[in-house]
């Protein structure tokens, strides 16, 4: 199976900074990632599919880049409602895999 | 609006059987693959499974946790897709969310929890 590693764990961030999260797969799986935001006590929203496209209705604050195994993506501009756990996930070989998740916190 | 429902969640003991139903409206249910993705309490996300449209032969995939255990299917002409679990697991124990195979995974319900419990 392929591994997705998130880093960090978790971050604590202000309103206004630009953060962005790491996610490295254990092998090449082209542009076949997406990530995710989940709010808690929420469904996940789709942000970022083929790794750089945004999700239609996804704010375009979100951006993601990379290829093969390493990925980021990248917020601009946090505000009150992107403090959330961010997925990365791989769909180039089954069983799909989910990273383990980074939470954004308010500093 | 696309929309996933999902159903059928509930307290079952360790062994037994339970039947998720995810009723979809929308879009055109037939065209697209679907696929379950659960989630313990307090833990991340797991892929449980994926079926694959009319087109493509309504073939399966499935995580290593559902292999041999869980059944995915569908029924387009009631735009519903479904997830059969037996000989379930205390680790079973999360909430199962619907959802569609396009562009990665695009929309998700809003979950169904399964509790294994005796």
Redesign the interface.
């Known amino acids: 199976d392929i591994q997705m590693t998130q880093s960090p764990p978790s971050l604590s961030a202000s309103v206004g900074d630009r953060v962005t999260i790491t996610c490295r797969a254990s092998q090449d799986i082209s542009k076949s990632l997406t990530w995710f935001q989940q709010e808690p006590g929420k469904a996940p929203k789709s942000l970022i599919y083929d790794a750089s496209s945004l999700q239609s209705g996804a704010p375009s604050k979100f951006s993601g880049s990379g290829s093969g195994t390493d990925f980021t993506l990248t917020i601009n501009s946090l505000q009150p409602e992107d403090f959330a756990t961010y997925y990365c996930q791989q769909y180039k070989a089954y069983p799909y895999t989910f990273g383990q998740g980074t939470k954004v916190e308010i500093k | 609006e696309v929309q996933l429902v999902e159903s059928g969640g509930g307290l079952v003991q360790p062994g037994g059987s339970l039947r998720l139903s995810c009723a979809a409206s929308g879009f055109t249910f037939s065209d697209y693959y679907m ?1 379950w ?1 659960r989630q313990a309490p307090g833990k ?4 449980v499974a ?1 079926v694959r449209n009319k087109a493509n032969g309504y073939s399966t ?4 946790s559902a292999k041999g255990r869980f059944t995915i299917s569908r029924d387009d002409a009631k735009n519903s897709l479904y997830l059969q679990m037996d000989s379930l697991k205390t680790e079973d124990t999360a909430v199962y ?1 619907c959802t569609r195979g396009s ?9 169904t929890l399964v509790t294994v419990s005796s």
Do not use: H, S
Request: hydrophobic share 25%; no cysteine; net charge negative.
């Open positions: 696929d993705v991340g996300l797991e892929w994926r995939e499935y995580g290593p969310y562009r990665g995974l695009n929309p998700w319900g809003q979950g």
